[in-house]
């Protein structure tokens, strides 16, 4: 089936650093979202993208849908121990059928 | 806090009995949807409802039906569970059409692991 190419698969990081990750496919979608998911939680909406361009910020989470609407990236400043968690990408294409990234393993060292 | 609960949260089986996973949602939403989660892959959409009755089928949706009879309650039912269906099933719901939203924001309740012997 159709997936997102979501990279990197796991991070480990200080403290305090910057994050970066990305979510890629060779299809277009006309919509991005951005999930955070807790160990033995449900997936939780952190952002939403609707038009190509468009850069989102909520706190220190930043995310872009790309140009080309086949990518979208979200960018996680100055990293606390909360940040500790699985995200995941979506990408909606039409109607209500979400496609999901395999999700990035954020680690964060004291 | 979307309203939504799911029942049971944990269910232990064996192979070739039926199961039925229960969603309920309390702010009248007409979008409900199930999604598998396993290790490698993801969330992936077994089924989804766009309104009482009204059911259609996701990317991963052999060896599974919904129903959906009230809006508030969507129904999975395994006729006949297999190993291969254990995962931890989450339900979600969709701000779209709701309240004048046109948003396409999908929100999950807090899943059930299933665990079939």
């Known amino acids: 089936g159709q997936q997102l190419n979501q990279s990197p698969q796991s991070m480990f990081i200080q403290e305090g650093e910057d994050v970066s990750m990305n979510c890629t496919s060779s299809s277009i979608f006309n919509t991005w979202l951005w999930y955070k998911q807790d160990p033995g939680e449900g997936p939780v909406l952190l952002i939403a993208l609707y038009k190509a361009g468009e850069l989102t910020s909520n706190g220190r989470l930043t995310a872009q849908f790309g140009i080309t609407r086949k990518d979208s990236f979200l960018n996680i400043s100055a990293s606390i121990p909360s940040d500790v968690g699985i995200y995941f990408c979506?990408?909606?294409?039409?109607?209500?059928?979400?496609?999901f990234g395999q999700g990035t393993r954020l680690t964060i060292n004291p | 806090d979307a309203g939504i609960t799911q029942s049971p949260r944990h269910k232990v089986t064996e192979t070739g009995t039926p199961v039925t996973l229960r969603c309920h949602q309390t702010?009248?939403?007409?979008?409900m949807y199930w999604y598998r989660q396993d290790p490698g892959h993801g969330l992936r959409l077994i089924h989804y409802?766009?309104?009482?009755?009204?059911?259609d089928k996701g990317e991963v949706s052999d060896g599974y039906s919904v129903s959906r009879s009230k809006t508030e309650d969507f129904l999975l039912t395994l006729e006949s569970a297999t190993s291969s269906q254990t995962s931890v099933y989450f339900c979600?719901?969709?701000?779209?059409?709701?309240?004048?939203?046109?948003?396409?924001?999908?929100?999950f309740g807090p899943g059930t692991r299933l665990t079939v012997l």
């Open positions: 979600a719901i969709n701000h779209a059409g709701t309240s004048g939203s046109s948003y396409n924001e999908q929100f």
């Open positions: 702010e009248n939403h007409r979008y």
């Open positions: 409802s766009y309104g009482v009755k009204d059911t």
């Open positions: 979506a990408g909606l294409k039409g109607a209500q059928k979400l496609v």
